[in-house]
């Protein structure tokens, strides 16, 4: 098995088939969710040694001569994957699915027969540490990134997890879920899937792994370019000890100038400990790459500047010359061009050259040099550089650069920035977008092939926003005054945030308005729009008056709108008496719903409606907590359907306690007065039912003597 590496002998080596077999039966157990932890442990004990030998197992000595080198790989390595000059060999690995986990099997014992039981420990893994990835530090990344923290942990799940976070808003309970998907063998379940994969992965095998994501312009590429650390760094020695795994693809490559890169396979990287002169020369030349056709911009190449460079000798064949009396480039004349013809355009910083483009045929260089393509090419240099552009005189024979979409092509993108729009505003999961472009297709609607995914419609909608915003901002700079109002939240991640609205007059008002045809003004109309969501450092007067600050200049905001906590309306260090100190002339509005609420918990404090309230809490964390009891309570109501009428749709408790709004107390109870028969009955039955504990029957017992005793 482990045929091209030492290992210990001494080991019990388990089959591929024993190990297949293993994994089904955890997919099985992760899917029912019974006896989770107790499979878990036993599998984790009948593979610790395996998990001792592959921690302490050297990476990469002596795999790379039985491994054959991935030309297309080569191509996509970027150039920030260490700071210092290390050179990186990329190699083949099998695209079966199991990709990932080839990769590390290649690297640890120069084949694939571990990839199994990677999976294998990679799902246990997660499955056994679910908070610890549920709030991975590679997550924090998302800060840098301008992105909320709950936003990039979804990015990380696949769909099954997005489906399970949908329902349940548990991070646990999706971790749980992408453990199910690391224990199908053979399947790729995405790139998001893969995230988690390769944060378990790292802790697998002990040491840091470095996904390596190809130089594309991506919004998430900090996510998925950078080292993530294991769990327990207990065997890490030295830097050396980090796995280099690249996201890359395999078949049906699309290399078209704009598309964007879609990885779907993983290959192992080795760093080239022993690279002659020549090699490394030939690095610092190396053509274009495949990445830069991804490039919003011009490729970046390994070039020398002119001045000062040296150049090694060349042999050169003594009937070279004799045979063909071409001219040919040299350095000389290079140099000579950039202190002559070339120095208006500061040749000195951007003309540079590699050691391929000397010795090329002058007329090859002169022919470019008056080719359409590198006329437009300098004049966008010219005007970078504030100098006036050069006119072209067009060519018949010289092609013209169109960057315009065609009609069909604008149309296409239309509808799916439309598609992108409905998804984010009627609060649906991304995974909505591409099912709806699906779904069009089959109804005729024309869409191309580009842009259909998960990750175009993040940037969609990322435009979008900061359109809206931008927009936002030039009304209330042009509004005379405005009023800013907010409130506080806290995001799934447990994180303090301050929601932040503005109330402006329409600046441009319409001028077709029937009082403007009589003669008069037109009206002006308020406006209220969403500013921003912010992430709050510390939830104290100067935290939100730190954070929640739109940047206007005085006297433009007038008015503030709250809640009445004690930290917007403190006299001495509330939000108000902080603003005040800039805007004397502030006026706080305290939250008309919200203080109509406290008027009505403070009015029906001490009365009987204190135990109706708690009734509603009690119903609520009695389904709440328990799937079982509500399919009883939904088996119970169907029963009666067919005799009996209910005005109220809903059936599960609503819950209302704490400081909610009127509107929800007068919900639940409606819903209560309405099945309350239902709820007793169903109770009263729990109460009796052996497979319930002696202590929750006692506790029901209690509650129905309450409800039903009750006025």
């Not at 260089?365 to 552009?389: Q, Y």
């Not at 936002?472 to 042009?478: E, G, M, Q, R």
Request: proline letters at 4%; glycine letters at 6%; a positive charge.
């Amino acid at each position: 098995m482990f045929k091209d590496k030492e290992y210990d002998s001494k080991m019990d080596i388990i089959p591929e088939a024993e190990v297949l077999s293993d994994l089904k039966q955890l997919e099985n157990v992760l899917q029912v969710g019974e006896g989770v932890e107790t499979h878990c442990s036993n599998l984790k004990s009948k593979y610790s040694a395996i998990s001792r030998w592959i921690k302490k197992t050297n990476i990469g000595i002596g795999t790379g001569s039985h491994l054959e080198v991935d030309q297309f790989g080569q191509a996509l390595i970027p150039d920030d994957i260490s700071q210092s000059s290390d050179t990186f060999i990329a190699y083949k690995s099998t695209a079966n699915g199991n990709c990932l986990f080839n990769s590390v099997s290649r690297l640890l014992v120069g084949n694939d027969s571990i990839s199994c039981h990677l999976r294998l420990l990679t799902a246990l893994e997660l499955s056994m540490n679910t908070e610890f990835y549920a709030e991975h530090p590679r997550l924090h990344v998302s800060y840098d990134s301008g992105f909320f923290k709950a936003t990039m942990f979804t990015i990380c799940l696949s769909t099954l997890g997005i489906g399970i976070w949908d329902i349940s808003k548990n991070r646990t309970k999706a971790i749980q879920a992408e453990a199910r998907v690391a224990s199908k063998t053979k399947e790729w379940a995405g790139v998001a899937s893969k995230t988690k994969e390769l944060m378990a992965l790292a802790s697998v095998i002990a040491r840091p792994i470095f996904s390596v994501y190809p130089n594309v312009p991506l919004v998430f590429r900090k996510l998925l370019h950078g080292t993530i650390q294991p769990r327990v760094a207990e065997h890490i020695q030295a830097q050396e000890s980090t796995v280099y795994i690249m996201w890359s693809r395999d078949g049906n490559f699309d290399a078209t100038s704009g598309r964007w890169y879609e990885p779907n396979h993983f290959i192992p990287l080795l760093k080239s400990e022993q690279v002659n002169k020549e090699t490394k020369e030939s690095k610092k030349t190396q053509g274009v790459k495949i990445t830069d056709f991804f490039q919003g911009q011009g490729s970046k190449r390994k070039s020398s500047e002119l001045p000062g460079l040296e150049f090694p000798e060349r042999k050169r064949q003594t009937d070279y010359t004799a045979k063909k009396n071409t001219r040919m480039l040299r350095s000389e004349t290079a140099e000579r061009w950039k202190s002559n013809d070339l120095a208006t355009y500061e040749a000195n910083v951007w003309l540079t050259y590699d050691e391929e483009f000397i010795e090329r045929k002058v007329t090859s260089v002169i022919d470019h040099a008056n080719s359409e393509i590198h006329k437009i090419a300098l004049n966008l240099f010219r005007r970078k550089c504030g100098k006036p552009a050069t006119p072209i005189n067009k060519e018949k024979n010289q092609p013209t650069l169109n960057f315009k979409l065609d009609p069909q092509q604008q149309e296409e993108m239309k509808r799916k920035f439309d598609i992108s729009y409905f998804v984010v505003k009627e609060e649906l999961p991304l995974t909505k977008y591409e099912k709806i472009i699906e779904l069009e297709k089959r109804h005729g609607v024309l869409h191309g092939s580009s842009y259909s995914n998960r990750t175009a419609a993040t940037n969609f909608i990322s435009y979008q926003s900061d359109q809206l915003k931008s927009q936002l901002s030039k009304d209330i700079a042009n509004a005379k005054f405005f009023s800013v109002i907010f409130d506080g939240t806290t995001d799934c991640a447990v994180v303090e945030q301050e929601a932040v609205f503005a109330i402006y007059f329409d600046p441009d008002p319409d001028l077709d308005d029937a009082s403007a045809n009589d003669g008069q003004e037109p009206k002006v109309k308020v406006q209220m729009g969403f500013l921003s969501v912010e992430n709050l450092t510390s939830s104290t007067a100067e935290g939100v008056v730190g954070h929640s600050d739109v940047g206007m200049p005085p006297p433009s905001p007038i008015g503030l709108g709250g809640d009445g906590c004690n930290t917007n309306r403190g006299e001495k260090g509330g939000v108000i008496a902080l603003l005040k100190k800039e805007f004397p002339w502030f006026v706080f509005v305290w939250c008309v719903a919200h203080r109509l609420e406290l008027a009505l918990k403070d009015g029906l404090n001490g009365t009987y409606f204190k135990e109706v309230d708690e009734c509603l809490l009690r119903l609520y964390y009695l389904y709440e907590k328990s799937p079982k009891k509500m399919r009883g309570l939904e088996e119970l109501y169907n029963s009666y359907r067919q005799c009996l009428e209910f005005v109220e749709g809903s059936l599960k408790p609503k819950r209302a306690s704490g400081t909610r709004w009127i509107l929800h107390k007068v919900r639940a109870l409606k819903l209560l007065v309405d099945k309350f028969g239902i709820y007793m009955q169903h109770v009263e039955s729990l109460s009796c039912d052996n497979s319930v504990k002696q202590k929750d029957q006692a506790k029901l017992r209690g509650y129905l003597r309450k409800w039903k005793t009750g006025k």
